[in-house]
């Protein structure tokens, strides 16, 4: 499992004293408030910040972090990923998982038979619903509720499924 977790992705900058303008990538926008430190994902290095400052504006975060106090250094971490520790993440419901333990799980029909690994997973309002692709490329899209999502075995990346009718 990864050990961090993406959580926002900065987008902009947001006035002259170094606010990071932050798209979430979390079902819940104000969990940034219960955060002391994050981590921003420069190249293959993971660089620590301590917030100072959480605001809001419309659907967007305004990040305020300690040692990026002017706009030159805020635009130097433009399109770069806001990431937190596993450790710090939000607890769960049980059967609900983080993205990215989903992608890359395999799956199975409930007769055992290989249909692909989840290469994606999008809201679609009602449910989420998982890509999956198979050895040749053709993508199957499965919605992810509970007639449909049998088991689901994170430590073992496998999915087992069952295929509705019309599905396929």
Not at 141 to 155: G, Q, W
Request: charged share 30%; hydrophobic share 40%.
């Amino acid at each position: 499992m990864e050990e961090y977790l993406e959580i926002g992705q900065i987008v902009n900058t947001n006035g002259l004293k170094g606010l990071l303008k932050v798209k979430p990538l979390t079902d819940d926008i104000t969990r940034f408030e219960e955060l002391e430190t994050v981590y921003i994902q420069k190249g293959s290095n993971l660089i620590e910040f301590k917030i100072q400052e959480v605001k809001y504006n419309k659907n967007m975060v305004l990040l305020k972090l300690e040692g990026i106090n002017d706009i030159n250094e805020a635009e130097k971490y433009k399109n770069f990923y806001i990431k937190i520790n596993r450790k710090d993440a939000v607890e769960l419901e049980q059967n609900s998982y983080f993205i990215v333990d989903i992608i890359n799980c395999e799956v199975y029909t409930d007769e055992n038979e290989f249909l692909g690994k989840v290469v994606d997973v999008f809201p679609t309002g009602s449910n989420d619903v998982y890509t999956i692709k198979n050895s040749e490329g053709k993508e199957i899209l499965l919605p992810a509720i509970s007639e449909v999502i049998k088991n689901v075995d994170i430590p073992n990346k496998k999915i087992v499924v069952h295929l509705m009718e019309g599905l396929i």
